[in-house]
């Protein structure tokens, strides 16, 4: 008397799950990427990098606008923010992110404004 096994193991391999996983984790990583750079600026190039930690972000970018932590302010009001937005920090660091084509004058100034209040200035640019 010759049985049958009922249970025989596929050879075939099927990809269709696998693709869903794959897609799954594609999506979930792109929705939690943080990005640092919401502003798109043309930051000049430069060797090193800083493990400084982040305080407050300053953006200039090449209309001239100025951006703490993303948020649109007057160039005249920005040390005013500068302060309330570092107010009660240990070290207090402002990283200064201004476009290639921005005149060394406005950089200048928020380094101006950050030396007067004992703030500590990282120039953001990148890399080379």
Request: proline share 4%; charged share 25%; glycine share 4%.
């Amino acid at each position: 008397m010759k049985l049958k096994g009922r249970n025989k193991v596929s050879p075939d391999f099927s990809m269709s799950s696998m693709t869903d996983i794959v897609f799954l984790l594609l999506i979930f990583f792109m929705l939690t990427a943080n990005s640092p750079n919401a502003l798109d600026l043309l930051l000049p190039k430069a060797k090193g990098k800083s493990t400084n930690t982040q305080n407050v972000s300053v953006s200039i970018d090449k209309n001239l606008q100025y951006f703490v932590n993303d948020e649109r302010i007057n160039g005249e009001y920005i040390e005013i923010e500068l302060k309330k937005a570092l107010a009660g920090q240990d070290n207090p660091t402002i990283i200064l992110r201004a476009e290639e084509s921005v005149a060394i004058k406005e950089a200048v100034n928020v380094m101006d404004i950050a030396n007067r209040n004992n703030y500590k200035v990282i120039l953001a640019v990148r890399p080379n």
